[in-house]
């Protein structure tokens, strides 16, 4: 099993920035493939971003292309979420997930998840 804890959400005004950080514990002798989504409250859940095993390939969905930058840490599946220039609309929770095979954007792709953590965007 693995079990993923993220940190760093918080409260922020329009145009602020904060970065997300996630860390796998558990079965983490392979390198995961690792990813961000997001739910605000009626919402579906929805992708965000995701990075490859690597390091070397990255995605973004359109709503954050240009404000989010995902990154992989040095310690093995650990990896960022550096948001700058947050609006409003980018008010979630935000979700670490992990896998072991290459699914992209797709929620169901992924077979572990944190629990989350409170990104609130003031106007």
């Known amino acids: 099993q693995v079990q993923l804890v993220e940190s760093g959400g918080g409260l922020v005004q329009t145009g602020g920035s904060l970065r997300l950080s996630c860390a796998a514990s558990g079965r983490t002798g392979v390198n995961y493939v690792m990813g961000w989504f997001r739910q605000a409250p009626g919402n579906e859940r929805e992708f965000v971003s995701a990075v490859t095993k690597g390091g070397g390939n990255t995605i973004y969905s359109d709503s954050v292309k240009g404000r989010f930058t995902i990154s992989r840490g040095s310690a093995k599946n650990t990896v960022y979420l550096q948001m700058n220039s947050l609006e409003p609309e980018d008010t979630a929770v935000y979700y670490c997930?992990?896998?072991?095979?290459?699914?992209?954007?797709?929620?169901?792709?992924?077979?572990?998840w944190g629990q989350g953590t409170q990104v609130t965007v003031s106007s």
């Open positions: 997930a992990a896998d072991s095979e290459y699914s992209g954007d797709l929620y169901y792709g992924y077979a572990y």
